[in-house]
């Protein structure tokens, strides 16, 4: 099982960006998908979820709005999009996954499988 996160980098307040978690090992359809964020200091915060067998999507209220979490079930592949950016959104971005967590809020941290993280840096 392998989970690797694409698409982070610098990006000014207000601008957007797209994360991608590239998914080996098991098919999305089967596994509660989450993104995480971890800014230094803080606690790692459940921002996002999608169990698409039961239709679920979750959003964290310091993102609802702003993040869209989507998937392309030919390339197995999770995206957040990331709209509106403030710095208080500077983090490194994880993604991860877990057969048995259904998906909801508050997230827990306890997934199963985690990518390596990207870093997301809002500044002008």
């Known amino acids: 099982v392998q989970l690797v996160e694409f698409g982070g980098g610098l990006v000014q307040p207000g601008g957007s960006l797209r994360l991608a978690c590239a998914v080996s090992g098991f098919l999305l359809d089967y596994y509660t998908i989450g993104w995480f964020r971890q800014a230094p200091g803080k606690k790692r915060e459940g921002i996002s979820c999608?169990?698409?067998?039961?239709?679920?999507?979750y959003y964290a209220p310091s993102v609802e709005g702003r993040f869209t979490i989507s998937r392309n079930n030919a390339t197995n592949t999770v995206y957040l999009q990331m709209d509106n950016l403030t710095p208080e959104d500077t983090a490194v971005y994880y993604c991860?996954?877990?057969?048995?967590?259904?998906?909801?809020?508050?997230?827990?941290?306890?997934?199963?499988?985690w990518g390596q993280g990207t870093q997301v840096t809002v500044s002008s």
């Open positions: 999608m169990r698409d067998r039961t239709g679920v999507r």
């Open positions: 991860a996954g877990d057969g048995h967590y259904s998906c909801g809020g508050p997230m827990l941290p306890g997934y199963e499988y």
